[in-house]
């Protein structure tokens, strides 16, 4: 079946493994099992979903803007912006577009299902980008 086919988002999120505890080091590993899924392939990225709580690396994509969407849960993403953290706090069917080239990262999640339309490459960091 092609990635690129319709999917029900609330389908595909039940179907995730719930990642209780997310940690930046999971990023580097495969410790996040099947709590993230790909819905679409899309341009230079793809729609992807995902269900945790806890914390995620440092990231940011120089390709383009990221739309992040709490579809259920909360969140806090911090942005890394002229060298200063700006943290937003996101909830259930909330939206935010994270700026082209911007490191950020998701902080003290709750039970968050989230969906991001993420373009390509990706940059990780388990560092601060500002140290």
Not at 29 to 43: C, H, N, P, Q, T
Not at 68 to 93: F, W
């Amino acid at each position: 079946m092609s990635s690129n086919r319709k999917k029900s988002i609330p389908e595909v999120t039940e179907s995730l493994t719930y990642l209780s505890n997310r940690t930046p080091e999971m990023a580097f590993s495969d410790g996040a099992g099947g709590a993230f899924a790909l819905l679409s392939e899309y341009r230079d990225g793809a729609v992807y979903v995902g269900h945790y709580s806890g914390s995620s690396e440092w990231e940011r994509h120089s390709n383009g803007d990221e739309i992040v969407m709490a579809l259920a849960g909360s969140t806090t993403i911090v942005l890394r912006i002229d060298s200063t953290d700006e943290k937003i706090d996101l909830k259930a069917n909330e939206l935010l577009v994270v700026p082209r080239n911007t490191w950020h990262r998701f902080e003290g999640s709750l039970d968050l299902k989230v969906m991001t339309v993420t373009p390509q490459p990706t940059d990780h960091s388990l560092e601060d980008p500002g140290a």
